[in-house]
């Protein structure tokens, strides 16, 4: 198995179960994960199912894993929704970042079990956002408080921050700052994710009623 990719596409070469070589075309760069589609394809050719080129384009297309870079746009803002809750997967979620483009700010709203590796995640991450919004989850005892969240952050070097008493007041305060534009990413827990969703398809539907 051999990936190829840079930060336009990826290119995979793999081995079906006879021993023979299978291109898959050239994929551009997105919510996918480039790694993760080769191993799940290579076990699939290797099972020995047959995938045409058409069928497979066709599955890479339309494949969206939830919450896992996963992109949303409002009004003009992009919303980043990522589960990423390890320095791997924070990293791979920068890269992903990284390939987007950007029109204004960059904004983080983290939370964290205090179990992780919250150091690991941050540093590498603090440079990447132009503000922090924190945020405890009163209701998991897992979760890390924002506060000590926020003096991770501030050894990294980070200023603009701000701590709120749960992710509903968080998502508030961002609102109240972004616009076109801009782009929010929600990280740091699968529990982070999973209170956010609600919110954001809450708001959708005031606004729907409006």
Not at 69 to 76: A, M
Not at 79 to 103: C, E, Q
Not at 128 to 150: E, T
């Amino acid at each position: 198995m051999t990936l190829m990719q840079d930060a336009q596409e990826w290119q995979l070469c793999l081995t079906d179960a006879s021993g023979a070589s299978r291109s898959v075309p050239a994929q551009k760069a997105g919510a996918l994960i480039p790694e993760n589609v080769a191993a799940a394809l290579q076990a699939v050719l290797l099972l020995g199912v047959s995938l045409d080129d058409a069928s497979l384009a066709d599955v890479l297309r339309t494949a969206a894993p939830r919450a896992r870079r996963e992109l949303v746009r409002r009004e003009g803002v992009n919303f980043v929704l990522d589960v990423a809750h390890n320095p791997a997967a924070v990293g791979k979620l920068l890269d992903y970042a990284g390939n987007l483009p950007r029109t204004g700010r960059r904004i983080a709203v983290f939370s964290a079990m205090r179990d992780k590796d919250i150091k690991g995640m941050l540093e590498p991450a603090a440079a990447h956002f132009d503000a922090w919004f924190l945020a405890d989850q009163p209701r998991n005892d897992r979760a890390a408080a924002a506060a000590d969240i926020a003096l991770v952050l501030r050894e990294a070097g980070v200023t603009m921050l701000s701590c709120s008493k749960n992710l509903k007041q968080a998502m508030a305060r961002v609102q109240q700052i972004v616009g076109p534009g801009d782009s929010v990413f929600v990280f740091g827990s699968f529990y982070t994710v999973a209170e956010v969703l609600p919110i954001m398809q809450r708001a959708d539907r005031l606004k729907e009623a409006q």
